[in-house]
């Protein structure tokens, strides 16, 4: 039995643990539904909302103006699905309420793709790791995340699909891989990160084969939808990004960076009503200040990778391509499950791994620890189909949350800096032969050798 055997199966204990934590707080969601029709706190803060990010831009892939008169950030990819997988003649109402009503077919897609995400979570990390990797299979496929992507109908779900083809253990063919990775794209334009990811490692064709499906799939949906041209998106997306700030306290209510709280501050929301001057502040200079190191943090981590990139494991440097981009802007809490996806990839080794796996487990425990509660408020519930007493409050996660994301990225990227670092010191390039005719990069490095002569030559010596 190896030396780490033990501290295994140890934090195999711990990891079941949290997964019978998050099924306690799926069984809490459920019959505090069972009592009082509606989603409690962390879930979205409208009972009526349910499903409605899909409903919402459903609309627009049956008429023209997704880019003008809605100013969509979305590519066409996303608007020509939604015309597909839909009942036409729901859109003749005016309301997207009214269509989530007739077309039962958005909701029917989005709960196959909530079934398939996961099995193919428990598919993958059994293949992974064999039944040990069965409670990180459950936090991910049946965690906040993935369910509370489901419940607000965000085309996430698919994202998630494909980037577990793409990224994942279970595809063996590269082009399908580049096609899956190309559809991702199209569904979320920040990752393409993600298809920058294996530059890191020098795999040049992997990110040329992800680039052309990526573009290609572009061209085909741009014409079947009839809109979306690159100037149009770009447009939307600069304004969007120009414009974007809270200003409303409830834009804190499952965000995934601290982002919301820093321009809720700076914004003309009565901010002094809950905290006074010297805490706005405070909060104003360090929280921006964390976010800016941790993303130093992963530049780092991303160069080391880049100079020595047999040393880190390929889920590794997506990981740090998708913590960075998602680290840069304000893109809800459900697109924790593609950061988390990577790093329940990651083996129980040392204590900066195991402390990050620790982390994305509290992450999917579907549970909110409210601080004050606020008054309770009549409101319509869709799921619950009846008008509901819903009270929510003040949450605790809503601030942490964002703060154990930074953590995680923080600790693989000082895992990733350390094992290159031991990696340089040690000289680990000289026993590489087929990494030869690479550039040293660094002064004093040896060059690999052959290892049958560097045997013969300790044989010799000894």
Avoid at 212 to 223: C, D, E, H, N, P
Avoid at 431 to 457: E, I, K, M, N
């Amino acid at each position: 039995m190896s030396n780490s055997s033990p501290k295994r199966k140890w934090g195999l204990w711990v990891e079941w643990c949290f997964a019978i934590l998050i099924f306690a707080g799926l069984c809490n969601t459920a019959a505090f539904f069972y009592s009082e029709g509606y989603l409690p706190q962390p879930w979205f803060y409208q009972p009526s909302g349910t499903f409605m990010d899909w409903y919402s831009l459903s609309i627009w892939g049956h008429r023209a103006g997704a880019y003008e008169v809605e100013r969509t950030i979305y590519p066409p990819l996303s608007f020509v699905l939604m015309r597909i997988f839909s009942i036409a003649k729901c859109y003749n109402y005016a309301r997207s309420e009214e269509v989530r009503d007739c077309d039962w077919v958005g909701i029917a897609l989005l709960s196959v793709l909530m079934l398939v995400n996961t099995v193919l979570t428990f598919r993958a990390f059994h293949k992974l790791q064999g039944r040990d990797g069965w409670p990180r299979a459950f936090a991910l496929g049946c965690g906040l995340p993935m369910f509370y992507a489901y419940e607000r109908g965000n085309l996430v779900l698919l994202t998630y699909t494909c980037m577990m083809l793409a990224f994942g253990p279970l595809v063996r063919s590269a082009r399908l891989r580049w096609f899956a990775a190309g559809v991702a794209v199209n569904l979320k334009v920040y990752l393409i990160s993600a298809i920058c990811a294996p530059m890191l490692r020098r795999r040049w064709l992997a990110t040329e084969g992800m680039v052309l499906a990526s573009i290609a799939i572009y061209l085909v949906t741009w014409t079947v939808l009839g809109e979306g041209s690159p100037a149009q998106i770009v447009r939307n997306i600069t304004d969007y990004a120009s414009s974007f700030g809270s200003k409303s306290a409830l834009d804190l209510w499952y965000p995934a960076t601290y982002i919301p709280l820093t321009t809720l501050i700076k914004s003309e929301f009565p901010i002094y009503n809950v905290m006074d001057s010297d805490t706005a502040a405070m909060i104003s200079l360090l929280v921006p200040a964390l976010m800016h190191a941790v993303q130093a943090l992963i530049l780092t981590a991303a160069a080391a990778t880049w100079l020595r990139p047999e040393v880190v494991p390929p889920h590794r440097a997506v990981f740090l391509a998708l913590a960075l981009a998602l680290s840069a802007s304000e893109a809800g809490g459900y697109t924790e499950i593609l950061v988390l996806m990577f790093v329940f990839m990651e083996s129980w080794r040392g204590y900066a791994r195991p402390a990050a796996i620790i982390i994305a487990f509290i992450l999917c425990i579907p549970y909110e620890f409210v601080l004050s509660w606020l008054p309770a408020v009549v409101l319509n519930s869709f799921l619950g189909q009846r008008y509901v007493m819903a009270q929510y409050g003040i949450g605790l996660m809503s601030f942490l949350r964002p703060g154990l994301v930074l953590t995680i990225s923080a600790l693989l990227s000082s895992v990733t800096i350390l094992d290159v670092w031991r990696d340089v010191k040690t000289q680990g390039w000289r026993d590489r032969w087929r990494y030869r005719h690479d550039w040293p990069l660094l002064p004093g490095v040896a060059r690999p050798r052959r290892l049958a002569a560097h045997s013969a030559d300790r044989v010799i010596g000894g």
